[in-house]
């Protein structure tokens, strides 16, 4: 677990030292803790609830989360700091088609992502402190370990869409709600982003400084 965590620390310093994409990063951090995460064999798809519930509930959830984070990054655009940490993450998908992109971040980042930090991080601490303060602990570290990106938009994508994983995972007892969300979510923020794909005006001089 603390490997895992670290291994998305280290992977959100090397973007932003401009070393690697956030795409290839992340999706070789996450995918590497998911599939490890999936060797312990700790994993439950939705204990709690029926699976057909479950997944439906993910994908209506992941809808929503789209709309209300599309209207919250059209409002906030007006913020040029964190405008220009928006953009910053859609310009590193220059040289990259959609395709990968969507491979990439909604195929191995999100599920990945999802069967660590939701699987393993939080059921092993559900299991030892109880759901809800394991809920809430996992919610925790991940919100630190993206805090290491220095960016206003993953920050508050992991402050706000991790609560909304982490009480699917805590509600189904598993990983697949939570798994269908962030996919639905992940795959519409990269093929519909808000305000449309074109780069997004650059800020004043002054705020670039």
Not at 2 to 17: E, H, M, P, Y
Not at 27 to 56: E, K, N, P
Request: aromatic share 8%.
């Amino acid at each position: 677990m603390v490997a895992g965590a670290a291994a998305v620390t280290a992977a959100w310093r090397l973007v932003r030292a401009r070393v690697v994409s956030v795409w290839v990063a992340m999706g070789t951090a996450s995918g590497v803790a998911g599939l490890a995460a999936i060797a312990t064999g700790r994993l439950s798809l939705s204990a709690r609830v029926d699976w057909r519930w479950a997944l439906g509930a993910g994908v209506a959830a992941g809808l929503l989360l789209y709309a209300a984070t599309a209207a919250f990054v059209l409002i906030v655009r007006r913020w040029h700091v964190f405008d220009r940490h928006v953009a910053e993450i859609y310009d590193q998908r220059k040289g990259l088609s959609l395709s990968a992109a969507l491979i990439l971040s909604a195929g191995i980042t999100s599920p990945g992502e999802e069967l660590f930090w939701r699987g393993l991080f939080q059921g092993r601490l559900s299991g030892a402190i109880g759901s809800v303060l394991g809920a809430l602990s996992a919610w925790g570290a991940y919100v630190v370990a993206n805090a290491a990106s220095g960016s206003l938009a993953i920050f508050a994508g992991a402050v706000v869409s991790g609560a909304v994983w982490g009480a699917l995972a805590a509600w189904t007892g598993g990983v697949l709600s939570s798994v269908a969300c962030h996919g639905v979510w992940t795959a519409l923020m990269v093929g519909l982003p808000p305000g449309g794909p074109n780069r997004r005006r650059r800020p004043p001089r002054e705020e670039r400084a």
